[in-house]
């Protein structure tokens, strides 16, 4: 799972969270996010819309370098208070990755296609949702030191939080298939009855992998893999469809 925490031993985290509780303490303001990636949001659009999945998915892999960052500052740092303050400021930059995979998503729960797109949307983005208040309830704990000395219960909460993580993982899976589903024109069907073609494009098919490939260039070759993470074996759905061999829109 994506969560700082889950990628640090428990006794480690529980060394930092204890020798460092008085050395430093997180002002608890929130910023607006600033979100990098640029989309033009048209609502209407299946393709506009898987741009923007594919864009919030992006935010997400933003997310999870962040506790990759921390690894990597952890394993040459030895000062438990400049690693306490490592790992709040790269969970708050994994929140505020999550607020903005949410604030992407966010025209297209108006969209006049109510039926798959703003649904799938306000699924996707409430998801999102999930994995910023789950972080910022991380955040809180961090914060919240001196009144969380008894192990035990640091460990119920980060598990809790681990446990409530994998739920959200599973349920993007769904959205990212109905997603992946609103591609296909329902109106057209091959001779044996099938459904066999997008509503996208030969150009806009090969917009959508070229950007799945610049966010997830290794997932030809780990999406499908056992053990692999949630948020690869998602990119290896987008994948999967998008190199099927339905025809597009224009052919």
């Known amino acids: 799972m994506m969560l700082l925490a889950r990628r640090l ?3 480690v985290a529980f060394c930092l969270l204890t ?3 008085a050395t430093t303490k997180a002002d608890a303001e929130q910023t607006a996010p600033s979100c990098l990636y640029l989309h033009e949001a048209r609502p209407d659009s299946p393709y506009a819309y898987t741009q923007a999945s594919l864009i919030a998915l992006s935010y997400t892999r933003s997310a999870s370098r962040e ?3 921390f690894e990597a500052e952890r394993r040459v740092e030895r000062n438990s208070g400049t690693l306490l303050i490592a790992m709040m400021r790269h969970t708050k930059t994994a929140s505020e990755s999550y607020a903005c995979a949410e604030v992407v998503l966010e025209p297209y729960k108006k969209s006049p296609d109510q039926k798959m797109i703003g649904l799938t949307a306000a699924y996707a ?3 999102y949702g999930q994995h910023r208040r789950l972080t910022d309830q991380f955040l ?3 914060r919240n030191l001196p009144d969380h000395s008894d192990q035990v219960k640091l460990a119920d909460v980060i598990s809790t939080i ?3 993580r994998g739920k959200v993982w599973k349920e993007l899976i769904k959205a990212t298939t109905l997603t992946l589903l609103g591609l296909v024109d329902q109106s057209k069907t091959s001779k044996d009855g099938t459904l066999q073609t997008l509503v996208i494009t030969r150009a806009e098919r090969k917009e959508l992998v070229d950007r799945l490939l610049r966010a997830f260039p290794e997932v030809k070759a780990q999406g499908h893999k056992p053990g692999t993470s949630d948020l690869m074996f998602i990119a290896s759905l987008y994948d999967q469809f998008l190199t099927k061999p ?3 829109a224009d052919e």
């Open 162 to 164: 681990e446990v409530e």
């Open 125 to 127: 983005a409430g998801l």
């Open 140 to 142: 809180d704990l961090l």
């Open 19 to 21: 020798s460092a509780a």
């Open 9 to 11: 031993p428990l006794l």
């Open 246 to 248: 339905y025809k597009c």
């Open 67 to 69: 506790a990759e960052a």
